[in-house]
């Protein structure tokens, strides 16, 4: 098992950046893929970003792509969304989560963007986007 908490969070302008964070404990780091999703007021959850175990595969959404970069340290235990040019409808809770059946072998677009793919998922962290 996985403790997930995600960091990071805040209030900024629209053009801005901000670097989301989110920390593990637990089970080894390394066995889980991770992956970045979030939901706005009155949306379903959408998934942003993953990266496979050892950080040699990441998928982006395509509302983000060219401008959030997913990445890990392995040795910290940390998974970072590095989001730049920030737009109003970035607006949301940010959800951190790991999943220890998506290995490199099966970590496909499809299955890494399926939230039903991640058993652990962190408790969240605002962002919010002022135009």
């Known amino acids: 098992q996985v403790q997930l908490v995600e960091s990071g969070g805040g209030l900024v302008q629209a053009g801005g950046s901000l670097r989301l964070s989110c920390a593990a404990s637990?089970?080894?780091?390394?066995?889980?893929?991770m992956g970045w999703f979030r939901q706005a007021p009155g949306q379903a959850r959408e998934f942003v970003a993953g990266?496979?175990?050892?950080?040699?595969?990441?998928y982006d959404a395509d509302s983000v792509k060219g401008r959030f970069t997913i990445s890990r340290d392995n040795a910290k235990n940390t998974v970072y969304l590095q989001m730049n040019s920030l737009k109003s409808e970035d607006t949301a809770v940010y959800y951190c989560?790991?999943?220890?059946?998506?290995?490199?072998?099966?970590?496909?677009?499809?299955?890494?963007?399926?939230?039903?793919?991640?058993?652990?998922w962190g408790q969240g962290t605002q962002v919010t986007v002022s135009s």
């Open positions: 989560a790991a999943g220890d059946v998506l290995t490199s072998l099966t970590f496909s677009r499809v299955q890494a963007t399926s939230p039903s793919r991640y058993a652990y």
């Open positions: 637990g089970r080894a780091f390394s066995s889980y893929a």
């Open positions: 990266i496979s175990r050892r950080g040699e595969t990441t």
